[in-house]
């Protein structure tokens, strides 16, 4: 199972809004409903950001929404803030039990 | 509250097996999955397999079938990750993580243990 394709990077000044990509096929990301966003910065665990495309857990910021075209995902950051600098990955459900990450992408505040 | 707390780390030789222990608590223990992934120094996070703590059912990539092994011990609330035939490229910091009942909702990570894998 490839991994999911995503920018190497993404950047955006405070207050602007920055928007991640993640493609996949038709038989992960096209096909499910199950697409996840973490959080991750330096040597630190991720932090699950967005699940199920678009739902968002208890605690993360409303500036963060998830939405899904197709085999693509996107994570939107709207008013960016100096914290939100940090490397997010996207994940699928894959079928048959199994997932796959994202390449990752390094959004950094100017 | 919830909490993964991993074993620490490990220098392992090539060729060798690896365990992990990812101990829970805060929560029932059968009622969510454990995930494994792993991260590469300056890479990215790769899948490396789930278990239902209820049953002990698991399922694993494609590319880890064979070499990966989740099990659990209900009795302790711990989960373990064998890795077996080591090379320098599984050097990497391991995370367990529970998911929230949903598909891809893991909310709680342990802390990571980190693996060297070298002569």
């Known amino acids: 199972q490839p991994a999911l394709t995503q920018p190497p990077s993404a950047s955006g000044s405070p207050g602007q809004s920055v928007t991640i990509s993640c493609t996949g096929t038709s038989s992960d990301v096209g096909f499910y409903n199950y697409v996840s966003w973490y959080q991750q910065h330096p040597g630190k665990a991720p932090k699950l950001m967005i699940y199920e495309v678009t739902k968002r857990p208890s605690g993360v910021p409303y500036r963060f929404s998830g939405s899904k075209s197709g085999n693509t995902a996107s994570l939107t950051v709207s008013g960016l803030q100096a914290e939100d600098e940090a490397d997010y990955f996207c994940s699928s459900y894959a079928g048959r039990g199994t997932y796959v990450f994202g390449t990752g992408t390094r959004v950094t505040v100017l | 509250q919830v909490q993964l707390v991993q074993s620490g780390a490990e220098v392992k030789k090539p060729g060798a097996s690896l365990k992990v222990s990812c101990k829970t608590s805060g929560y029932t223990f059968t009622n969510n999955f454990i995930h494994w992934v792993r991260q590469a120094p300056g890479q990215g996070l790769e899948w490396m397999g789930q278990i239902n703590p209820r049953d002990g059912t698991t399922d694993y990539p494609q590319h880890l079938q064979g070499r990966v092994t989740l099990t659990r011990d209900t009795s302790t609330s711990t989960v373990y990750m064998e890795l077996s035939v080591l090379t320098s490229e599984d050097t990497a910091v391991y995370y367990c993580?529970?998911?929230?009942?949903?598909?891809?909702?893991?909310?709680?990570w342990g802390q990571g243990t980190l693996v060297t894998v070298s002569s």
């Open positions: 993580a529970k998911d929230g009942g949903a598909y891809g909702d893991n909310a709680y």
